[in-house]
Structures are given as structure tokens and as C-alpha cells.
């Protein structure tokens, strides 16, 4: 009896442990989960509060024409000594289908802006506007100004957009800090996959290309991203209705 009511209060204070560190991790995860819904529904903001301000928003035609978008809320600076920058975002990329893909969660790190943003966080939108650089989206690795060319997009709802600016770049980037629009430099960004928040979103590993060519559905909850950017950018028709440019239709990739 003397052994056995030694050891009961290690027992008990072995399985409380236990039971700490298990509710620990569960809390953990839920915090990552909410973190990355948190995200998902900043992005939905975030383009919907740009598409809001008629004389600084992207042009219907940029938007219509567009392969992929992403976004990144409050991209920040990295305090180093040189003007980098970090931010996790999300991206969907038109489909086959004409429909929009579940959101891809991804990294940015790079960049610099000028002295008229400081040291703000910014809101970052890009819209990839042709299949090459799509197809730099879809490896899930690539740097801007090397893979992918990058230039600041031209603004104005319903301006036409009728310029070489899709003959330019394959990146078109509008940023602001506050509401306020300004430049922000992306040349030297690399873009990669966040593989632990895909995980966290998807219950398991997808490869980037995979949920931007549509082969994963958006999970419950997590769709509003995808709306909004339906709401704006429309779908294409049925793959193969017709062979046009993507603002009239999908094209082969």
C-alpha cells in the first residue's frame, strides 16, 4: 500500500502533464488554423477595399484579363539594415474550367519601398497577367525581375488599359499603406509555397500546382477569398467554347 500511494501522486502528475501538453499542441493548431482563416478573409478585404476607391483601383479589363491574383495583407518590413521585406499571402489562378482555384497559401520575402511608405506594413495585390508568368506562379518557387517580370499596374476602375502594359509584365503590382497608394520596388521577391499553412489548410501536403490548377476544393469557410476575386475578375466560359484571349475565355496552358 506504501508503494502504491508513493507513486499514485507521480502518476497523477505525469498524466496532468501529459494532458497539458496535448491541450497545448490542440490549442496551437487551432491558432494556426484561425490564423491562416484570418489571413484568407484580410486578402478578401484587402482587394475589396482597393476595387472601392474608383480613381486608384485596378482597371475591370486588368482584372477581367487576369491568369492569377494574389494577395498579401500587411506585407512588413524586415528591420536589417537594408530595405527587405516579408509577408505570407494566399493566390488563385483561373482554371481550365474558367472558374477560380481554392486559395494557395504562400511566402514573399524581398522587396523594398520608398520613403514615402516608411516603415508601414503593405497592402500588396498581384495580378499575374499571362500564361508564362502563371506558369512561374504554378512552380511554386520564383523570383521577380529574374523568372517573372514585375511592374506597377495602371490604375483607374474604368480606365481602358489599352497599353503594352501586358506585353511588359508578366507581374502587375499595386500597393498601399493606410489607404494610401504608392510604389513598392518587388525586383529580387521570391514567391514560394507556404507548405505548413497548406497543410494546416488542407489537412495534408497539396503541391502549389496542384490547388492553382483547381484539383483541390476551397474548405468550409475559407472560401470568401475566391468570391471576391470571382466577384471582380468573372469566370471565363466553358473551357474550349472559344479560343480568345483570357479576358473573353481560357486559353490552352
Known sequence: MKHISSTLPRCLLALGASCFLLGGMAWSADKDQTDIQKRIDASAKVLDEVMATPDKAIPDKVMKDAKCVAVVPSMVKIAVGFGGSHGKGVATCRT?????????????????????????????????TNDQGM???????????????????????????????????????YSRARGIFAGIDLNGSSITQDKDETRLLYGQFVPFGAILNGKAQPTEGND???????????????HGAMNTPPGGGTSNR
Open 135 to 173: 506558369q512561374h506562379l504554378l512552380a511554386s518557387k520564383f523570383k521577380l525581375g529574374a523568372d517573372a517580370s514585375a511592374a506597377a499596374g495602371p490604375v483607374g476602375r474604368d480606365a481602358a488599359a489599352d497599353t503594352d502594359w501586358k506585353m511588359k509584365a508578366e507581374v502587375l503590382t
Open 224 to 238: 470568401a477569398f475566391v468570391a471576391t476575386v470571382t466577384k471582380y475578375a468573372g469566370e471565363a466560359p466553358e
Open 96 to 128: 481550365d474550367a474558367g472558374t477560380w482555384s481554392a486559395p494557395a497559401p504562400f511566402t514573399i520575402t524581398g522587396g523594398s519601398w520608398g520613403l514615402q511608405l516608411g516603415g508601414q506594413a503593405v497592402d500588396l495585390v498581384m495580378i499575374i
